[in-house]
């Protein structure tokens, strides 16, 4: 029989054995090792694999959307895993992660809400490490020891609360009431125009109206709910990242956003995320103000920065600090003044809202058992301080209502 013929069986079975045994060392001497010195050995050992970067490829490719799948299990989701490999590692890390992402969610007909949609772009798994090595343009080496770096943090994660069912569940048999497409689409819209305008009185207008469609639709919704017109519902929860630099005040920001909007939020400092507890479309809201008010913020910070190199002063890190914890704060209390008019406009209202308030506390409450405060890095710049805590007054969540007394 010819050389060019196909192996037959037996030795297909022992190129298996011998691949996955060439990946189980690999993977005990750089997953487990507690130092970094075993990367490079491992990283040899699957470069110069006898059967060859296909197999290789393939093998990571499917174990590594087995360690995907344990970390879905211990509660992580995919932009939270994305964020933590961005932190701790580099871009291409992110691309590889992506990939092992996009390859566990393939075996699912629907993916649950909030994951991260990711694409299977090679052509086939047989074909996932030359197609890889053609688009970080690296060698076999160097993307053996980025792919062992991404499996290294995957089996590490711990577990934490989760926040809603795994790809694969059962459809969960409460329904969550989200704001109507059509009103989302205005918010949104609103929202965006605000962000982009620079004429403040524009921007305070369409954020004021965006903010009472909010607002009147968790009414509408308490309401509803109350009067027996909508099928039962539990508050739910999501992340929402809370990312350096400047992280605790953004943390306060998020935290005064989830408060206004009858949700609650518990920061996790560690892995760069707070989990935000609410109804549905409460959820949706605070995610779309939050993100708003962060962007219009970091807009005037910048603007106050410039207004300060103008007058000869350097830019400093104390003063960006000061900035962002003055109009979190400041924030906070318009959106709680905010919050409690628009609760108290009818007063038929308040029972529909306390019961979603008590369901929303006792939600969180079962998640997180124990918290704990965090003491913040105090504001040191004056200047800062006062510049933020005018963003602040300037920004725009809600009515024209006469800013607080300093």
């Not at 045994?21 to 075993?38: C, M, S």
């Not at 092992?100 to 090679?122: D, F, K, N, Q, S």
């Not at 005064?256 to 892995?271: D, I, K």
């Not at 308040?350 to 890095?377: G, I, N």
Request: aromatic letters at 6%; proline letters at 5%; a negative charge.
């Amino acid at each position: 029989m010819g050389s060019g013929g196909a192996q037959p069986p037996a030795c297909q079975a022992e190129g298996v054995r011998d691949l996955a045994e060439t990946v189980d060392r690999a993977f005990a001497v750089a997953l487990y090792a507690q130092d970094d010195a075993g990367l490079d050995t491992g990283a040899s050992l699957l470069a110069a694999a006898p059967a060859g970067w296909g197999g290789v490829g393939r093998e990571l490719l499917a174990r590594g959307e087995a360690y995907v799948r344990q970390a879905w299990e211990r509660g992580w989701q995919p932009a939270d895993v994305l964020r933590l490999v961005r932190r701790d590692l580099d871009e291409r890390h992110v691309r590889i992660t992506g990939d092992l992402i996009a390859g566990e969610a393939r075996r699912y007909a629907r993916l649950p809400e909030r994951w991260t949609e990711a694409e299977v772009w090679w052509s086939g798994d047989d074909a996932y490490a030359q197609q890889l090595a053609a688009r970080e343009k690296a060698d076999r080496f160097t993307l053996a020891t980025a792919l062992l770096e991404v499996l290294r943090l995957l089996i590490r994660l711990p577990s934490i609360e989760p926040v809603g069912p795994l790809p694969g569940d059962p459809l969960d048999e409460h329904e969550h009431a989200h704001i109507e497409p059509r009103m989302l689409g205005r918010i949104r819209a609103l929202l965006a125009k605000a962000e982009a305008t620079t004429f403040p009185e524009e921007a305070e207008a369409l954020s004021a109206k965006a903010q009472e469609l909010m607002a009147r639709h968790t009414v509408d919704e308490a309401l509803l709910a109350a009067r027996g017109g909508r099928p039962a519902q539990v508050p739910g929860a999501c992340r929402i990242g809370v990312e350096p630099p400047y992280e605790e005040a953004k943390a306060v920001l998020l935290d005064a956003v989830a408060t206004a909007n009858r949700c609650r939020a518990v920061w996790n400092s560690s892995f760069e995320f707070s989990t935000v507890v609410g109804f549905e479309s409460d959820l949706e809201a605070v995610e779309l103000l939050y993100t708003s008010l962060l962007v219009q913020g970091t807009a005037a910070m910048t603007r106050a920065e410039a207004a300060q190199r103008a007058g000869g002063r350097k830019r400093t890190k104390t003063f960006r600090q000061s900035f962002l914890l003055a109009y979190a704060s400041r924030l906070g209390r318009r959106l709680a003044e905010t919050a409690e008019h628009t609760a108290c406009e009818a007063s038929d209202n308040l029972p529909a809202l306390v019961a979603r308030d008590v369901a929303v506390t006792s939600r969180a409450d079962e998640m997180f058992p124990k918290t704990t405060t965090t003491r913040l890095r105090g504001a040191t710049d004056h200047a800062g301080w006062e510049d933020g805590t005018a963003a602040a007054d300037a920004a725009h969540v809600g009515g024209r209502r006469k800013p607080l007394p300093r």
